[in-house]
């Protein structure tokens, strides 16, 4: 039975799932905004941060929530491996080179964690657990936690590209790299750095999805696919799109089920993105030329 307090909570548990969906596209469109690069093994760098999360709060008892820091800095020390040896090598050639690149990636990711931590489902322990229950409308305390967590680091991600020297020249090499080296912008150093951070942010999003969720070696395809069906809904290239774009998928998702049942979660949330692209092909956020 359809009633106003459980379409609330489907909208609410709907923006947190968006929350997690929101920093791995912002992450991804960081990175193609920035560098043009597509990397279709992002969403293995969420399923990489899950892990992490998971070792270091089982190994070494540490809050679940800490662990999101070890995560992210973790996954960062990763994409900076992953943009000096691999993708520098085949960045501004053709197109195929990158995507072929990141699909290897891919296999290798999925190889590596069944060999370090076998290819069991597993979930990150939180201390927060039970529902958070106001009236008939109930919501866990971990998918609060998400939003409140996901709101933080996107603070402290305007406040980089708004406030500092380094998020100035990610901007300007965003818009003309050329005329960025031109007027003295080490290019190599910011694409590292903007490959550092859009990987820590995957990287965050799966030790939020690892909190939420069950997780396996091969969680980080799905993920991928929902995070370039977002950028393009928020258009790409756009931070705000990302965000705006996570939100709607999120919600979409969650009201699907709400209605329709769990077989509509996928299918009604990409039939947003094809309406999006029919009334504007460019995305929310998107400009004409993009």
Request: net charge positive; charged share 10%.
């Amino acid at each position: 039975m359809i009633t106003v307090s459980g379409l609330i909570e489907a909208l609410l548990w709907g923006v947190a799932d968006g929350c997690i969906y929101i920093l791995l596209a912002t992450g991804l469109n960081l990175i193609f905004g920035v560098m043009k690069l597509v990397n279709f093994a992002h969403g293995q760098l969420l399923m990489i941060g899950a892990y992490i999360a998971f070792t270091v709060t089982t190994a070494l008892g540490l809050n679940a929530y800490l662990a999101i820091l070890v995560a992210m800095g973790a996954v960062a020390v990763i994409g900076v491996g992953l943009e000096r040896f691999t993708f520098r090598r085949v960045l501004g050639t053709d197109k195929l080179n990158e995507i072929f690149v990141s699909l290897g990636l891919i296999y290798v990711f999925e190889n590596a964690a069944v060999l370090l931590w076998g290819n069991t489902t597993h979930q990150i322990a939180s201390p927060f657990q039970g529902l958070l229950s106001l009236g008939q409308i109930s919501i866990d305390y971990n998918r609060l936690l998400a939003i409140l967590v996901v709101i933080v680091i996107l603070i402290a991600l305007f406040l980089l590209l708004k406030k500092t020297k380094i998020g100035l020249a990610m901007r300007a090499t965003s818009q003309k790299s050329n005329a960025s080296m031109l007027m003295g912008v080490n290019i190599e150093k910011v694409y590292i750095l903007t490959f550092a951070l859009g990987a820590a942010l995957a990287g965050a999003a799966g030790a939020l999805y690892g909190i939420i969720f069950n997780f396996n070696p091969t969680i980080g395809a799905l993920p991928t696919i929902k995070a370039f069906a977002i950028i393009i809904i928020g258009g790409l290239g756009s931070i705000p799109g990302a965000v705006v774009g996570g939100l709607l998928y999120g919600i979409a998702e969650n009201t699907a089920v709400y209605f329709l049942g769990g077989i509509w979660r996928d299918a009604i949330a990409f039939t947003l993105l094809i309406i999006v692209l029919v009334i504007r092909p460019t995305g929310i956020f998107g400009e004409k030329g993009e």
